[in-house]
C-alpha cells in the first residue's frame, strides 16, 4: 500500500487511485480506506465511494459520532497540498463507471461498468450509460477520468459554505441538540404506537376488520419513523442498540429491512437528486423527474440500466395522472427492495459491521412478520375480506411515500461536480414541507427534510429549533432555504411530473412516425 509521507500533492493523490486505492480527504489530511473496511462500512462501501478523491470532511462530521471519528486516525497516511487551505477535488471513479471488482485470478482489478453521456448543455454534468459489451475494455481509468469538468461553482464561495457549515454544526452541538428526548419526545410517540396497536386489535376482535386494518397501517405509518431514526443511529446513538430496535419494528413488525433502508438511504442522503447514483429518484418505467432519464441511464446503486422504451415512455407520459395509485401501492415496493437486498447479501461475503448476526436476525424478523400477519388475514374469513383487509392496510401508509417525495421530487436533479459543498447540495435539492407543531406527528417531524439533510444523526424531536440555526445560516450564505406547504408542494410535484410527461408524449409521437416511415419505405 506504500508508507506513511508527510504532504500528497494532488497529482500524488491521483495516481495512487488509479492504482486502486480509496483515497478521502477528511480535514486536509489523507484517509487511505482498505478493502476490508470498504466492505464492513455500515454505511455502506458506495457511501465512501462517491468521495474518493474528495473532501467529505463536512458528510463524514455529519454522519458519524465522536467515537467513530475518533478512530479515523488509524486511516490517516499524511495531509494534502491545498491552495489556501481549499483542496481542489478530484472525481471519483465510480461518478465516470469506474469499480474495483474480483477478477478470474482473484484479485482486484478495475472494471468499466458504464460510461459518461457526452457532455450535455449543463458542462458540470456526468450522467453514466451502460458499456457497450461489444467494445474494447480498457485496463482502468485514466488521469483524464479523474479531472472535473468546467463547473460555474465557485471552488471559493464552496469552501466558505462548507467553513459556515462546521460553525453552525458547532452551534447545533453547543445547544445539546444531539440530546435524544426520550420522554418528552419518544414517550407520546410510545403511547400512539401502542393506542393504534390496540385499537386495531380490538376492532379485529369485533370482525370491524375496516376499522383494524386503517390503526394497523398508521401504526406502520408512524413506526417507520422511529426506523428512520434508528438507522441513523439517532435514538441511542449506539449502533447495536439502535439495530437490535431497528429490526423489532422494521422487520418483525412492518416485515421490511431495515439493512436494506440503511443501505439506500446512505447513498440518497450523499448523492441526493442524482439521476445516476440517488436511487430514492430511479424509478423507471413508473416515474421520471427530469428528461435526463429518457438517455437509459446507468444506475450505479441498482447496477442496471434504468431502461427507456415504449412502454416507459407510455407510462411516463401519464405519470402524472398515476402518481397518487403508484404511490398507494408503495408499500409492495419496499417489500420488493428490501427482499431482493436480503436475497443478495445471502450469498454476499462482504459483510458490514454486525452483518452476520444482523442479516439472521432480519430474515427471522420477516418470516415472523408473515407468519403473524398471515395469521391475520386467515382470520378474516374469507378469501375477499383478506385481500380487502391487506389493501386497505398498505394504502393507509401511502401519506408517508407522498411526504418523501414532496421533500425532493420538485428540486434540482443537476448535477454540479465534486467542487459543489455538502450544504450547497443538500439546500439545492431538498426541501421543507409546512407544517404547524401540532400536526408535525402527522410527518412524524421529517417534513423539516432541509435541516435532517443537513443534520441526519440529529433527533428528529430537535429539528424545529435546529432548523431557526440553519435558516439563519441559509441567509448569511445567501442560499435558498426551500419550503412549502402541503397542497403547494404536491402541485410542484404534479407540475414537475407533467413537464417531462409532455416530453415523453413528444418522444413517443417521433418514435410512432419514424416507425411509420419505415414500414411505408419497405412496402414501397
Given at each position: 500500500m506504500g508508507a506513511t509521507k508527510k504532504e500528497w500533492t494532488r497529482e500524488e493523490v491521483a495516481v495512487r487511485i488509479l492504482a486502486g486505492e480509496a483515497l478521502v480527504v477528511y480535514n486536509n489530511q489523507l484517509l487511505r480506506i482498505p478493502q476490508a473496511w470498504l466492505n464492513a462500512h455500515p454505511g455502506g462501501s458506495l457511501a465512501i465511494l462517491h468521495f474518493v478523491g474528495r473532501d467529505a470532511t463536512d458528510e463524514i462530521d455529519a454522519y458519524?459520532?465522536?467515537?467513530?471519528?475518533?478512530?479515523?486516525?488509524?486511516?490517516?497516511?499524511?495531509?494534502?497540498?491545498?491552495?489556501?487551505?481549499?483542496?481542489?477535488?478530484?472525481?471519483?471513479?465510480?461518478?465516470?463507471?469506474?469499480?474495483?471488482?474480483?477478477?478470474?485470478?482473484?484479485?482486484?482489478?478495475?472494471?468499466?461498468e458504464a460510461i459518461p453521456l457526452p457532455p450535455s448543455n449543463l458542462s458540470s454534468e456526468i450522467l453514466l450509460v451502460e458499456r457497450d459489451s461489444c467494445l474494447l475494455e480498457a485496463s482502468g481509468p485514466t488521469l483524464s477520468h479523474l479531472v472535473p469538468p468546467a463547473t460555474r461553482l465557485s471552488l471559493k464561495d464552496q469552501a466558505r459554505h462548507s467553513a459556515a457549515y462546521k460553525a453552525l454544526h458547532n452551534r447545533i452541538i453547543d445547544a445539546g441538540l444531539y440530546n435524544t428526548r426520550y420522554i418528552t419526545g419518544y414517550g407520546p410517540e410510545i403511547a400512539r404506537y401502542l393506542l393504534l396497536a390496540a385499537s386495531s386489535a380490538v376492532a379485529y376482535s369485533h370482525d370491524w376488520l375496516i376499522i383494524s386494518a386503517v390503526c394497523l397501517g398508521l401504526l406502520w405509518h408512524q413506526l417507520v419513523f422511529t426506523v428512520h431514526d434508528l438507522g441513523h443511529m439517532g435514538v441511542t446513538h449506539d449502533w447495536t442498540k439502535d439495530r437490535l430496535i431497528a429490526i423489532l419494528l422494521a422487520d418483525f413488525i412492518g416485515g421490511l429491512s431495515v439493512g436494506w433502508w440503511v443501505d439506500n438511504h446512505n447513498v440518497h442522503h450523499l448523492v441526493t437528486n442524482h439521476p445516476s447514483?440517488?436511487?430514492?429518484?430511479?424509478?423507471?418505467?413508473f416515474l421520471a423527474i427530469s428528461t435526463t432519464f429518457f438517455n437509459s441511464l446507468w444506475s450505479s446503486y441498482y447496477k442496471r440500466t434504468m431502461v427507456f422504451n415504449r412502454v416507459s415512455a407510455f407510462l411516463i407520459s401519464i405519470q402524472h395522472k398515476l402518481f397518487y395509485i403508484l404511490?398507494?401501492?408503495?408499500?409492495?415496493?419496499?417489500?420488493?427492495?428490501?427482499?431482493?437486498?436480503?436475497?443478495?447479501?445471502?450469498?454476499?461475503?462482504?459483510?458490514?459491521?454486525?452483518?452476520?448476526?444482523?442479516?439472521?436476525?432480519?430474515?427471522?424478523?420477516?418470516?415472523?412478520?408473515?407468519?403473524?400477519?398471515?395469521?391475520?388475514?386467515?382470520?378474516?374469513?374469507?378469501?375477499?375480506?383478506?385481500?380487502?383487509?391487506?389493501?386497505?392496510?398498505?394504502?393507509?401508509?401511502?401519506?408517508?411515500?407522498?411526504?418523501i417525495v414532496l421533500s425532493h421530487f420538485s428540486m434540482s436533479t443537476e448535477d454540479l461536480g465534486p467542487v459543489e459543498s455538502f450544504p450547497h447540495r443538500q439546500l439545492r435539492t431538498t426541501t421543507d414541507v409546512i407544517c404547524p407543531p401540532r400536526?408535525?406527528?402527522?410527518?412524524?417531524?421529517?417534513?423539516?427534510?432541509?435541516?435532517?439533510?443537513?443534520?441526519?444523526?440529529?433527533?428528529?424531536?430537535?429539528?424545529?429549533?435546529?432548523?431557526?440555526?440553519?435558516?439563519?445560516?441559509?441567509?448569511?450564505?445567501?442560499?435558498?432555504?426551500?419550503?412549502?406547504?402541503?397542497?403547494?408542494?404536491?402541485g410542484e410535484v404534479l407540475d414537475v411530473l407533467k413537464g417531462v410527461a409532455d416530453q415523453a408524449k413528444i418522444v413517443g409521437m417521433v418514435a410512432d412516425h419514424e416507425i411509420r416511415e419505415a414500414i411505408e419505405q419497405k412496402v414501397r
Amino acid at each position: 500500500m506504500g508508507a506513511t509521507k508527510k504532504e500528497w500533492t494532488r497529482e500524488e493523490v491521483a495516481v495512487r487511485i488509479l492504482a486502486g486505492e480509496a483515497l478521502v480527504v477528511y480535514n486536509n489530511q489523507l484517509l487511505r480506506i482498505p478493502q476490508a473496511w470498504l466492505n464492513a462500512h455500515p454505511g455502506g462501501s458506495l457511501a465512501i465511494l462517491h468521495f474518493v478523491g474528495r473532501d467529505a470532511t463536512d458528510e463524514i462530521d455529519a454522519y458519524h459520532c465522536d467515537q467513530t471519528l475518533a478512530k479515523i486516525k488509524s486511516y490517516v497516511i499524511g495531509t494534502v497540498e491545498t491552495s489556501g487551505g481549499i483542496w481542489e477535488p478530484l472525481v471519483p471513479p465510480i461518478m465516470t463507471g469506474w469499480v474495483r471488482k474480483l477478477s478470474h485470478d482473484g484479485k482486484t482489478a478495475w472494471h468499466n461498468e458504464a460510461i459518461p453521456l457526452p457532455p450535455s448543455n449543463l458542462s458540470s454534468e456526468i450522467l453514466l450509460v451502460e458499456r457497450d459489451s461489444c467494445l474494447l475494455e480498457a485496463s482502468g481509468p485514466t488521469l483524464s477520468h479523474l479531472v472535473p469538468p468546467a463547473t460555474r461553482l465557485s471552488l471559493k464561495d464552496q469552501a466558505r459554505h462548507s467553513a459556515a457549515y462546521k460553525a453552525l454544526h458547532n452551534r447545533i452541538i453547543d445547544a445539546g441538540l444531539y440530546n435524544t428526548r426520550y420522554i418528552t419526545g419518544y414517550g407520546p410517540e410510545i403511547a400512539r404506537y401502542l393506542l393504534l396497536a390496540a385499537s386495531s386489535a380490538v376492532a379485529y376482535s369485533h370482525d370491524w376488520l375496516i376499522i383494524s386494518a386503517v390503526c394497523l397501517g398508521l401504526l406502520w405509518h408512524q413506526l417507520v419513523f422511529t426506523v428512520h431514526d434508528l438507522g441513523h443511529m439517532g435514538v441511542t446513538h449506539d449502533w447495536t442498540k439502535d439495530r437490535l430496535i431497528a429490526i423489532l419494528l422494521a422487520d418483525f413488525i412492518g416485515g421490511l429491512s431495515v439493512g436494506w433502508w440503511v443501505d439506500n438511504h446512505n447513498v440518497h442522503h450523499l448523492v441526493t437528486n442524482h439521476p445516476s447514483h440517488d436511487p430514492d429518484i430511479e424509478h423507471l418505467p413508473f416515474l421520471a423527474i427530469s428528461t435526463t432519464f429518457f438517455n437509459s441511464l446507468w444506475s450505479s446503486y441498482y447496477k442496471r440500466t434504468m431502461v427507456f422504451n415504449r412502454v416507459s415512455a407510455f407510462l411516463i407520459s401519464i405519470q402524472h395522472k398515476l402518481f397518487y395509485i403508484l404511490l398507494a401501492f408503495g408499500r409492495f415496493n419496499l417489500y420488493a427492495n428490501a427482499y431482493g437486498f436480503l436475497w443478495r447479501k445471502a450469498f454476499d461475503h462482504r459483510r458490514a459491521k454486525g452483518g452476520r448476526w444482523s442479516w439472521w436476525l432480519e430474515v427471522i424478523g420477516v418470516l415472523f412478520f408473515w407468519f403473524w400477519y398471515g395469521a391475520v388475514l386467515k382470520g378474516c374469513g374469507s378469501w375477499s375480506r383478506a385481500i380487502t383487509y391487506l389493501m386497505v392496510s398498505h394504502v393507509v401508509t401511502s401519506p408517508l411515500h407522498v411526504q418523501i417525495v414532496l421533500s425532493h421530487f420538485s428540486m434540482s436533479t443537476e448535477d454540479l461536480g465534486p467542487v459543489e459543498s455538502f450544504p450547497h447540495r443538500q439546500l439545492r435539492t431538498t426541501t421543507d414541507v409546512i407544517c404547524p407543531p401540532r400536526l408535525s406527528f402527522i410527518h412524524g417531524g421529517l417534513h423539516l427534510q432541509v435541516t435532517h439533510h443537513l443534520f441526519p444523526r440529529l433527533p428528529r424531536h430537535n429539528l424545529r429549533e435546529a432548523s431557526v440555526l440553519v435558516k439563519e445560516f441559509a441567509k448569511e450564505q445567501d442560499l435558498v432555504y426551500a419550503e412549502f406547504g402541503f397542497i403547494s408542494g404536491n402541485g410542484e410535484v404534479l407540475d414537475v411530473l407533467k413537464g417531462v410527461a409532455d416530453q415523453a408524449k413528444i418522444v413517443g409521437m417521433v418514435a410512432d412516425h419514424e416507425i411509420r416511415e419505415a414500414i411505408e419505405q419497405k412496402v414501397r
